[in-house]
């Protein structure tokens, strides 16, 4: 499993930010498999509600979804969350599946109340097989 890195860019206050980043898997020929992501480093963030931490203590809340009309919040599975699955088609690159994380930084009160800054969130994949 490896993922790309994502970027929302800057964020104004004045407008939500959409954005993506993908998961790649390599799985053994026809074995089953589920993808979680916890809720990030972020103190107080929840797979319903991840934050970005900033400058000052001040946070951005976002979130990531299994589909790009953002319909369901991708966690572990639970808590009202989902996860996304797959069957394996072999190890090798060819046979790698590329799957889209679909982010969403709202535009609301919390997040028009941060500061000027940059921002950062490290989230954790984990493949069961």
Same mark, same amino acid.
Do not use: E, H, M
């Given at each position: ?55 000052? =203590?001040?946070?951005? @809340?976002?979130? /990531?979804?299994?589909? *790009?009309? %953002?319909?369901?919040?991708?966690? !572990?599975? $639970?808590? #009202? ?10 190890? =090798?690159?060819?046979? @790698?599946?590329? /799957?889209?994380?679909? *982010?969403? %930084?709202?535009?609301?009160?919390? !997040?028009? $109340?941060? #500061? ?14």
């Amino acid at each position: 499993i490896s993922t790309t890195p994502l970027a929302f860019g800057d964020y104004d206050g004045t407008a939500a930010i959409a954005s993506n980043a993908t998961v790649v898997v390599r799985c053994s020929k026809n074995a089953p498999y589920q993808i979680a992501l916890d809720a990030g480093t972020t103190a107080g963030a929840t797979l319903l509600q991840r934050l970005l931490a900033g400058p000052g =203590g001040d946070t951005l @809340q976002y979130n /990531l979804y299994t589909t *790009v009309g %953002l319909g369901t919040i991708w966690g !572990n599975n $639970a808590g #009202g969350t989902g996860w996304v699955t797959g069957t394996g088609t072999g190890l =090798g690159v060819a046979n @790698q599946a590329t /799957l889209t994380v679909f *982010v969403q %930084l709202p535009d609301n009160a919390v !997040n028009q $109340a941060a #500061g000027v800054g940059a921002y950062s969130d490290l989230i954790t994949a984990t493949i069961t097989y």
